[in-house]
């Protein structure tokens, strides 16, 4: 945010934006072609420029995000949200995801393990096959 943040790392910008807690494992996730900008892999020494929209998979989230400003400085959340606009499209896609998610998590209830005897049927079941 200050004048002499025109060049700055890509894995510096996305620390300070506060996408990856350690320069460290934004370079790793760099590396590991979790980030893409215009459908390609990118570099760690890689400059942002603003306007430029890159794509970044953590988790199970995967966010698209448009460069507003450039930072080599890590500061509190509410400025670091100031550096990136997450677009539309994928607040919606990770709100989805999100649900899809928690609907998945409590659709499969067990009663717990299996007694001997439905033990015996499942071995018996799996052998025939």
């Known amino acids: 945010m200050s ?8 894995d510096k910008w996305l620390w300070a934006a506060r996408f990856y807690k350690t320069r460290a494992l934004a370079k790793e ?3 590991g072609g979790k980030v ?3 459908g390609e892999r990118c570099k760690p ?8 929209e890159y794509v970044l998979r953590t988790g199970f989230d995967e966010r698209t995000v ?3 400003a450039l930072s080599v400085v890590r500061r509190g959340a ?7 606009e997450e677009t539309q499209d994928s607040l919606k896609r990770r709100e989805d995801a999100a649900a899809m998610r928690k609907a998945g998590a409590l ?3 067990t009663d717990g ?3 001997k005897k439905q033990r015996r049927q499942l071995f018996s079941f799996r052998d025939q096959g």
Do not use: F, T, W
């Not at 004048?3 to 890509?10: E, P, Q, S, T, W």
């Not at 020494?45 to 306007?51: A, F, H, S, V, Y």
């Not at 509410?78 to 990136?84: I, K, V």
């Open 66 to 68: 448009m460069v507003k």
């Open 78 to 84: 509410p400025e670091a949200q100031m550096l990136y």
């Open 113 to 115: 393990k299996p007694s």
């Open 107 to 109: 659709g499969v209830q």
């Open 45 to 52: 020494g890689k400059e942002p420029k603003i306007g430029e």
């Open 29 to 31: 996730a760099i590396e």
């Open 3 to 10: 004048d002499n943040d025109d060049k700055v790392r890509l």
């Open 36 to 38: 893409h900008c215009r």
